[in-house]
């Protein structure tokens, strides 16, 4: 394992998908790289699954400042929150934009009209 | 809020004094003025025309009557806007819409293995298309989208991400608590995500 490889590995090695013997080589690299050592202890400092629990929150601006800081740091090294964040924000921006209202939102019925007019004249209950 | 083509604009303070006096020239001109974006709102939450026409009747009486209370600093748009989502919102409760908030998003969930990793690499989705036909073609894929999800999330997505209510007006809006509500919005747009996932990916 190289620094490269190390990169892509680590999240490999997290989601328990490696061989065994690349399990290990992951983690003698870290014990020797000092680089590599620190990406491994960033991915380590919080879980995916608690970010993404908080998005609303990070997007909200309603975090702590060292805690949305600990976000920065795991959104700059897993591809995975990353990615995923991209698409949630995507996903908020696309809706709005499919149900904005049209420019010119089209009339009423002539007949709605009447109902609504003359419904508006009888005694209020 | 634009105007309906041939629809000139309206003195507002002249057209409430007018229907504070009763006028049923100025009710008719309040309904093709406000009535169309009105009617839009309502049919976004009630995904129907009939229910989104009950709706815009019900709002208009109860504009008609709360019309005393009508501030003349605030908008008449802005008000009517407001009157129109909350009408909506009285119809899918009287709908008995609440018989559905069993249903549930969890398979549309991520999923995590381990320590709370992503059990499967994420893909980026590419950057939102420019052509005005593509663009098009994905708004109506969101909508259907949209439309799949379960009325409660639906309903929540649509307050929170396009009536743009705050969390708390959520809250009170759905009867929940301010966290039930921002974990339903949350869900919904999770729920959202995975359902255009296959589209994304296509755009790529």
């Known amino acids: 394992v190289n620094c490269a490889r190390f990169q892509v590995a680590v999240h490999e090695y997290y989601r328990g998908t490696l061989s065994a013997a690349e399990h290990v080589e992951v983690?003698?690299?870290?014990?020797?790289?000092?680089?590599?050592?620190?990406?491994?202890?960033?991915?380590?400092?919080?879980?995916?699954k608690e970010v993404v629990g908080f998005l609303p929150e990070y997007l909200e601006h309603e975090l702590a400042p060292a805690r949305k800081r600990l976000f920065e740091r795991h959104f700059d090294i897993c591809p995975d929150c990353s990615a995923y964040l991209h698409?949630?924000?995507?996903?908020?921006?696309?809706?709005?934009?499919?149900?904005?209202?049209?420019?010119?939102?089209?009339?009423?019925?002539?007949?709605?009209?009447?109902?609504?007019?003359?419904?508006?004249?009888?005694?209020?209950? | 809020m634009?105007?309906?083509?041939?629809?000139?604009?309206?003195?507002?303070?002249?057209?409430?004094?007018?229907?504070?006096?009763?006028?049923?020239?100025?009710?008719?001109?309040?309904?093709r003025h406000y009535g169309p974006p009105m009617r839009a709102a309502a049919?976004?939450?009630?995904?129907?025309?009939?229910?989104?026409?009950d709706a815009l009747q019900e709002a208009f009486l109860a504009a008609f009557r709360a019309l005393a209370t009508f501030e003349a600093r605030s908008k008449l748009a802005t008000w009517l806007h407001r009157i129109a989502v909350n009408a909506a919102l009285m119809k899918l409760r009287a709908k008995g819409s609440r018989a559905q908030e069993t249903a549930d998003v969890d398979e549309l969930m991520p999923?995590?293995?381990?320590?709370?990793?992503?059990?499967?690499?994420?893909?980026?989705?590419?950057?939102?298309?420019?052509?005005?036909?593509?663009?098009?073609?994905?708004?109506?894929?969101?909508?259907?989208?949209?439309?799949?999800?379960?009325?409660?999330?639906?309903v929540a997505l649509v307050l929170r991400d396009i009536e743009e209510l705050s969390n708390e007006e959520l809250a009170e809006q759905l009867g929940v608590t301010v966290n039930a509500a921002k974990i339903r919005v949350h869900r919904a747009r999770q729920a959202l995500r995975t359902l255009l996932e296959p589209r994304m990916e296509g755009l790529a």
């Open chain 2, 111 to 154: 999923e995590f293995v381990g320590l709370g990793v992503f059990s499967t690499p994420q893909q980026r989705w590419s950057e939102l298309p420019e052509d005005p036909v593509v663009r098009q073609e994905l708004c109506g894929s969101v909508r259907a989208a949209i439309d799949e999800l379960p009325e409660p999330y639906r």
């Open chain 1, 87 to 125: 698409a949630y924000r995507s996903s908020i921006a696309l809706a709005a934009e499919a149900l904005a209202e049209p420019a010119e939102a089209p009339p009423l019925s002539e007949e709605l009209v009447r109902d609504l007019v003359a419904r508006a004249k009888k005694p209020k209950p």
């Open chain 2, 2 to 31: 634009a105007l309906p083509p041939g629809v000139v604009e309206i003195d507002e303070l002249v057209l409430v004094t007018e229907l504070r006096a009763g006028s049923s020239a100025a009710f008719e001109r309040l309904v």
């Open chain 2, 43 to 53: 049919r976004r939450l009630l995904k129907n025309d009939e229910d989104a026409d």
């Open chain 1, 27 to 48: 983690e003698t690299h870290a014990g020797v790289c000092p680089p590599c050592g620190r990406l491994k202890a960033t991915c380590e400092e919080i879980a995916c």
